[in-house]
């Protein structure tokens, strides 16, 4: 397909770029503005925390840890998670600086989308067969940068980890909430949800530009809305109970349209680049671990469980993405065009 569309089209290139001095300018100031107070008081936290950790942890390297000590452990692990959770923005600006200082060269991550417009007037048909000139079509590539792409996501998801870090600070969840429909009648827990289901569509997104490039913008919308809505369904099915016969089936329909959507896009697009490839397996994983944390079962389930496996995921596709924006990306895959 692509050789075919090299020899009958004429090639169109559009460009998007974003200076980084300018968006860490803006988001420093943005964090500073919104965040700064809260973070430097969970930052302090945290190492008061993790200190006494240690100092018990040295203490008991023979008895083990007390209940005391784990609990002081599991709030510092807490901290962190949610540190890391707020700062992915910073953490993904910050990357290729940190390869720049230590490479001496800023690493470069353009992504590409792919859009082909056929010149019907210089078709011509036979026998339901196209033929027609170099200007057949024409292809037009639209290049933005890695970090324009996922930035959405870390923005979103810095978003929905402070919302729920807010509620446990008000005590929310101190009573042990289960993961039902009751615990979203709290306008808080339904500001949580929009932001993360934009989150996960957000996620979804880069994970198939990034394995699919070049593609079509409207592809990848098309089978990210695809992926986004199907999972919305185990979303709101998560927090019901006893369901039947029938929605049981119905879910699992909407697993193998997950499957068969995923692997039809990953067959179609992915090449041989390993960023690419490690972008379809980043998407199997990623579809696998939502389906898994929200795959309802007879027995209740605490709301704070539902919310780490999610926090864990976006937190972890926060690694892979971070760790992408400081890997000379252009250089190792030709440029990022196939």
């Known amino acids: 397909m692509h050789n075919l569309l090299a020899r009958r089209a004429s090639g169109i290139y559009v460009g998007l770029s974003m200076e980084t001095s300018l968006v860490v300018g803006v988001l420093a100031f943005m964090t500073a503005?919104?965040?700064c107070r809260s973070l430097l008081e969970c930052a302090h936290n945290a190492a008061k925390l993790a200190g006494a950790g240690a100092s018990a942890c040295a203490e008991c390297a023979e008895c083990g840890l007390h209940y005391?000590?784990?609990?002081?452990?599991?709030?510092?692990?807490?901290?962190?998670?949610?540190?890391w959770g707020v700062g992915k923005p910073c953490a993904l600006l910050l990357a290729p600086l940190a390869r720049e200082w230590a490479a001496g060269a800023a690493p470069l991550w353009s992504v590409y989308f792919v859009d082909v417009a056929l010149n019907l007037s210089a078709v011509a048909r036979a026998n339901s067969t196209l033929?027609?000139?170099?200007?057949?079509?024409?292809?037009?590539?639209?290049?933005?940068?890695?970090?324009?792409?996922?930035?959405?996501?870390?923005?979103?998801?810095?978003?929905?980890t402070w919302t729920w870090a807010t509620l446990k600070g008000e005590g929310f969840f101190d009573a042990d909430q289960v993961w039902d429909a009751e615990l979203f009648v709290h306008r808080g827990m339904q500001l949580y949800e929009v932001v993360y289901a934009l989150e996960v569509c957000a996620l979804l997104f880069a994970l198939l530009c990034i394995a699919g490039e070049p593609v079509g913008l409207?592809?990848?919308?098309?089978?990210?809305?695809?992926?986004?809505?199907?999972?919305?369904?185990?979303?709101?099915?998560?927090?019901?109970?006893?369901?039947?016969?029938a929605d049981s089936i119905f879910?699992?329909?909407?697993?193998?349209?997950?499957?068969?959507?995923?692997?039809?896009?990953?067959?179609?697009?992915?090449?041989?680049?390993?960023?690419?490839?490690?972008g379809a397996a980043a998407l199997a994983l990623a579809l696998l671990a939502l389906t898994l944390a929200h795959a309802s079962g007879p027995e209740e389930r605490a709301a704070g469980e539902v919310i780490l496996l999610r926090t864990l995921i976006s937190s972890a596709a926060g690694v892979y993405l971070t760790a992408l924006a400081a890997v000379d990306r252009d250089a190792q895959c030709g440029g990022g065009l196939w």
């Open 33 to 35: 503005l919104v965040f």
């Open 131 to 160: 033929a027609g000139g170099p200007a057949a079509a024409t292809v037009t590539l639209r290049r933005t940068e890695g970090l324009v792409l996922v930035m959405p996501f870390a923005l979103l998801s810095a978003s929905s």
């Open 251 to 278: 879910g699992l329909t909407l697993v193998a349209l997950v499957v068969s959507v995923a692997v039809a896009f990953v067959a179609e697009h992915t090449r041989g680049c390993w960023v690419q490839q490690s």
């Open 68 to 83: 005391g000590e784990r609990e002081r452990w599991r709030h510092a692990l807490l901290a962190l998670l949610v540190l």
């Open 218 to 245: 409207g592809d990848a919308t098309l089978v990210g809305a695809t992926l986004t809505l199907a999972l919305f369904y185990f979303f709101a099915g998560s927090r019901a109970r006893g369901q039947g016969v």
